[in-house]
């Protein structure tokens, strides 16, 4: 069984954990979120996500409600536990939508360059090898390190994006591709 801590009150798992009251207790977890399509324990609040672990499952339907709930929580110093069935695809992809909804919400006017999207994707390898993880199929930002991605923008609606502060900017839809040489 293991937890992860992502950051203060918020923590990541797979169902084990999940199911375990004096894990949960230790850590004094109040808001479950749940992955896994199984029945927790009783008595905390729980928000299901039911979505398979496929490729094209739309978990991206539930990254703002999730994103919301776990902004809430926090902001009551609960802590938050985020778990699937093993805690290596679906828990991980909903925390990661939160950071970054963390992160534009307290900064929306990033733009991080191609250069620094590089360097994020050597980062995410170095930290591979550095924690001994064995090679991915599929990289975060790439499966190569050499490959840059290709930022393609175009006038968007709704007005939804990464790169507009406000809607009465004007919005972009962001598309990263990659060479398929490099997949």
């Given at each position: 069984?293991?937890?992860?801590?992502?950051?203060?009150?918020?923590?990541?798992?797979?169902?084990?954990?999940?199911?375990?009251?004096a894990?949960?207790?230790?850590?004094?977890?109040?808001?479950?979120?749940?992955?896994?399509?199984?029945?927790?324990?009783?008595?905390?609040?729980?928000v299901?996500?039911?979505?398979?672990?496929?490729?094209?499952?739309?978990?991206?339907?539930?990254?703002?409600?999730?994103?919301?709930?776990?902004?809430?929580?926090?902001?009551?110093?609960?802590?938050?536990?985020?778990?699937?069935?093993?805690?290596?695809?679906?828990?991980?992809?909903?925390?990661?939508?939160?950071?970054?909804?963390?992160?534009?919400?307290?900064?929306?006017?990033i733009?991080?360059?191609?250069g620094?999207?590089?360097?994020?994707?050597?980062?995410?390898?170095?930290?591979?090898?550095?924690?001994?993880?064995?090679?991915?199929?599929?990289?975060?930002?790439?499966?190569?390190?050499?490959?840059?991605?290709?930022?393609?923008?175009?006038?968007?609606?709704?007005?939804?994006?990464?790169?507009?502060?406000?809607?009465?900017?004007?919005?972009?839809?962001?598309?990263i591709?990659?060479?398929?040489?490099?997949?």
């Amino acid at each position: 069984m293991s937890v992860s801590q992502v950051s203060p009150g918020l923590f990541l798992s797979g169902l084990d954990s999940a199911l375990n009251v004096a894990v949960l207790t230790q850590r004094k977890i109040k808001l479950i979120v749940n992955v896994s399509g199984v029945s927790g324990v009783p008595g905390l609040e729980v928000v299901e996500v039911p979505v398979q672990d496929w490729p094209h499952s739309d978990l991206g339907q539930y990254f703002d409600p999730v994103s919301e709930k776990i902004h809430q929580n926090l902001n009551q110093n609960h802590n938050c536990l985020v778990h699937c069935t093993a805690g290596r695809s679906r828990s991980p992809a909903l925390v990661l939508a939160f950071l970054i909804s963390l992160v534009l919400e307290t900064r929306p006017f990033i733009r991080i360059n191609a250069g620094f999207w590089r360097q994020l994707m050597d980062y995410e390898l170095r930290v591979q090898n550095r924690l001994h993880l064995p090679p991915r199929s599929l990289s975060l930002f790439s499966s190569s390190p050499s490959s840059v991605p290709h930022l393609v923008l175009s006038p968007s609606s709704p007005p939804l994006s990464l790169f507009s502060p406000s809607s009465s900017s004007p919005h972009w839809d962001v598309m990263i591709t990659f060479t398929l040489s490099h997949l």
